[in-house]
């Protein structure tokens, strides 16, 4: 189904930013989640400019998908489409 909201706003152009800012935001939390002791362990201030790159990674990626998914709804030419799927018992 390459014609749903989610594909075309995960495949074109402006899914490709959204994609690089996940992968960002991804990169940040697994240094965060790392344990003491454990190698690459982010510790003290850096720790804390850590949490505010995060934060501000989540906000910016939740205008760009704001903007991404009104553009694929404006570029699109079908504006409700309703995805069912039907399941037959045969007992």
């Known amino acids: 189904m390459n014609q749903t909201l ?3 706003a995960k ?3 402006d899914g490709a930013l959204l994609k690089d800012v996940g992968k960002e935001l991804e990169g940040h ?3 965060l ?4 002791g454990e190698k ?3 510790k003290g201030k850096e720790r804390g400019g850590k949490w505010q790159e995060v934060r501000d990674l989540r906000k910016e990626h939740r205008q760009r998908e704001g903007k991404v ?7 699109a030419q079908v504006r409700h489409l309703l ?5 037959v018992d045969t007992d």
């Open 6 to 8: 989610d594909y075309r």
């Open 11 to 13: 495949n074109g152009d």
């Open 29 to 31: 939390l697994n240094d």
């Open 33 to 36: 989640s790392k344990k003491r």
């Open 40 to 42: 690459g362990a982010v």
């Open 69 to 75: 998914v009104g553009n694929v709804v404006k570029a």
């Open 83 to 87: 995805c069912l799927e039907v399941v």
